[in-house]
């Protein structure tokens, strides 16, 4: 894979990012690190949530450690972590000192267990209820080292947080698929949008998403499957089924495969700033998703979100 410069203050990196959330004991996923470095891969996404396994948080953490410790590969890979993710259930008086105590023991938690502080370190969710430069001032104290980045965060929020605070990244929910924060279900998370597109570019700002390939869901429109419950429920409407058509056209006309499709679709947007991110529990998976690369043209991607009715 090619790597570019993507991060502003970061060396250059592979546009598809390893999703790291189902590290553990059970899936110790080294086989998929070992395939994705093999590729060129060079971004791997974790958080202090992720790789929960018998009430222990950040065994994700721990594999990506040991991993790079055996490699002795660390100045050439980008290690994302994230906090937080909890502080919305945070109440009483003296939230932002709660706040920043939790986000700084959740950092020298990530760091402890990877080994190292991650190369940028994201607040996991946007606790609205506080005013972005107070937001930002806990941040700012609890990120150490860290570049610092920021998680489902809306457009808007995102403005008034690059007036504070110098932001490396963002990573948000996005795919080929439509989807709202509704249908997903969590109101504190965020969905890509043409409006965050245009900004992202505007601002040369790197940003990582989630869900890239919509847990599976165009495949089983195309085959008649049944996809998983939370596929249908997030994803399955009536704009995606004609998405899942013009994906297939694309496909058998371009003779790339879907996946490579949809990955492209992510990293091709506008400026390119978008980074996909590849998660799997089999090593098969990670081989497939980074074993071909395909820059779409904008007449292609507005044809896939059915602005033409055909592309150049």
């Known amino acids: 894979m090619e790597r570019k410069k993507l991060f502003k203050h970061l060396q250059p990196v592979t546009p598809i990012v390893l999703g790291c959330d189902h590290f553990g004991e059970t899936n110790p996923g080294i086989g998929q690190l070992d395939i994705y470095?093999?590729?060129?891969?060079?971004?791997?996404?974790?958080?202090?949530?992720?790789?929960?396994?018998?009430?222990?948080?950040?065994?994700?953490?721990?594999?990506?450690?040991?991993?790079?410790?055996?490699?002795?590969?660390?100045?050439?890979?980008?290690?994302?972590?994230?906090s937080g993710?909890?502080?919305?259930?945070?109440?009483?008086?003296?939230i932002d000192r709660k706040l920043l105590d939790m986000l700084k023991t959740e950092h020298e938690e990530e760091s402890q267990a990877l080994g190292f502080e991650p190369d940028i370190w994201m607040l996991h969710r946007d606790m609205t209820s506080l005013d972005m430069d107070v937001l930002m001032d806990i941040a700012l104290q609890a990120k150490g080292s860290s570049l610092l980045g920021?998680?489902?965060?809306?457009?808007?929020?995102?403005?008034?947080?690059?007036?504070?605070?110098?932001?490396?990244?963002?990573?948000?929910?996005?795919?080929?698929?439509?989807?709202?924060?509704?249908?997903?279900?969590?109101?504190s998370l965020w969905c890509l949008t043409d409006e965050d597109v245009t900004f992202y570019d505007e601002h040369e700002l790197a940003y990582l998403c989630f869900s890239s390939q919509a847990k599976g869901?165009?495949?089983?429109?195309?085959?008649?499957?049944?996809?998983?419950?939370?596929?249908?429920d997030r994803f399955d409407c009536p704009v995606n089924r004609q998405r899942a058509q013009r994906l297939q056209n694309l496909s058998i006309r371009l003779g790339q495969s879907l996946e490579t499709l949809m990955l492209s679709f992510i990293y091709s947007r506008g400026k390119g700033y978008g980074m996909?991110?590849?998660?799997?529990?089999?090593?098969?998976?990670?081989?497939?998703?980074t074993s071909s690369t395909f820059t779409m043209t904008e007449s292609m991607i507005d044809y896939l979100l059915g602005r033409e009715d055909d592309y150049e």
């Open 85 to 94: 993710q909890r502080m919305l259930s945070l109440e009483g008086p003296n």
């Open 150 to 187: 920021l998680s489902n965060f809306s457009t808007a929020r995102m403005k008034q947080a690059i007036r504070y605070a110098d932001i490396e990244a963002s990573e948000i929910q996005g795919s080929l698929a439509y989807c709202t924060p509704e249908a997903w279900g969590d109101p």
């Open 217 to 232: 869901l165009f495949y089983h429109l195309l085959d008649s499957t049944d996809p998983s419950q939370k596929a249908h």
């Open 276 to 289: 996909p991110i590849a998660g799997s529990t089999k090593p098969s998976q990670i081989e497939s998703s």
């Open 37 to 82: 470095w093999q590729k060129g891969g060079n971004v791997l996404d974790t958080a202090r949530s992720y790789g929960r396994e018998a009430s222990k948080l950040g065994t994700s953490e721990l594999v990506i450690g040991k991993w790079i410790k055996a490699n002795g590969n660390k100045a050439d890979i980008v290690v994302i972590g994230k």
